[in-house]
């Protein structure tokens, strides 16, 4: 057999891999779903121009990007945006972080006793139904302006969905698992550490990337509670001037932020978690 016959031609090659992507649960190819990617942001680009050059929406509603990246400039040289983009994103990290500090042990806790979740679970449930803006009254008058109740209202939306995610990917550990660890001799606390906590890991970091998502969507929430910094804050300013193009300068901040941090978190977990051949 030839050298042209054993190989197979390009073209049907990168055929193949486009139909992968039409098929029920095909095989990921990041080349291309990269490309489609940053295709559909294109495209929505180009739309977004297209709108707002033909005046469909008037300009002080929607602008056109060209004019929010000249915002965008004027924030970072005249009024320091980037120290608001550090401060916020400081304020979600550190909320974040004492989120999941807490979450994780509760919500393992919740699954491996039946006590602790009878006595957390239900009261779990109560608050993180509670919508966070009203609380914002009783958050100012019990802590204050300062940068604890900002923490505080970001904390309030994330740790209450986050440890019943925590809890759900304890009790998905299969009992077999346990069941084996029983036999060799383990207990509750080597059974936690050395059994529920690796076999529940995958899950539980996709989970702590979705939740962080979450903590940054009740940052402006949080940023304008008397506030004089932050992306949030920005925004809000500009919507009192009815400074559409700082307000969208502001919240792009928060999208190329969010996507950034979050492919981050999904290429981190590819690499670590190879076996599960995502």
Not at 130 to 144: H, S
Request: charged share 20%.
């Amino acid at each position: 057999m030839t050298e042209s016959k054993r190989r197979p031609k390009s073209g049907s090659a990168t055929e193949s891999q486009w139909r992968t992507l039409f098929r029920f649960r095909g095989k990921a190819r990041s080349d291309v779903e990269l490309t489609i990617g940053v295709a559909s942001f294109v495209a929505i680009l180009l739309a977004w121009t297209a709108v707002a050059e033909l005046r469909w929406i008037a300009p002080q509603f929607l602008p056109s990007p060209l004019i929010v990246l000249q915002a965008i400039y004027r924030l970072f040289t005249g009024q320091n945006f980037a120290a608001d983009i550090g401060i916020s994103i400081f304020r979600v990290w550190v909320a974040f972080i004492v989120s999941a500090l807490m979450a994780i042990p509760i919500g393992i806790l919740m699954s491996s006793y039946r006590i602790v979740g009878a006595v957390t679970e239900p009261v779990i449930d109560f608050i993180r139904y509670l919508p966070v803006p009203a609380l914002v009254p009783l958050t100012l008058i019990w802590l204050g302006i300062g940068e604890m109740s900002k923490i505080t209202l970001l904390w309030l939306g994330t740790f209450f969905q986050l440890v019943l995610l925590i809890a759900d990917d304890a009790r998905r550990v299969p009992k077999e698992y346990v069941e084996t660890g029983r036999t060799l001799g383990a207990n509750d606390r080597e059974l936690m550490r050395d059994i529920l906590l690796p076999a529940m890991l995958p899950s539980m970091v996709d989970n702590l990337r979705i939740t962080l998502g979450w903590c940054w969507t009740y940052l402006i929430i949080a940023e304008i509670v008397a506030a004089s910094s932050g992306i949030g804050f920005v925004i809000w300013s500009a919507k009192r001037y009815v400074k559409t193009p700082e307000v969208f300068a502001g919240i792009l901040a928060i999208g190329i932020i969010g996507l950034v941090t979050d492919q981050l978190i999904r290429w981190l977990h590819r690499k670590a978690f190879r076996y599960l051949g995502s």
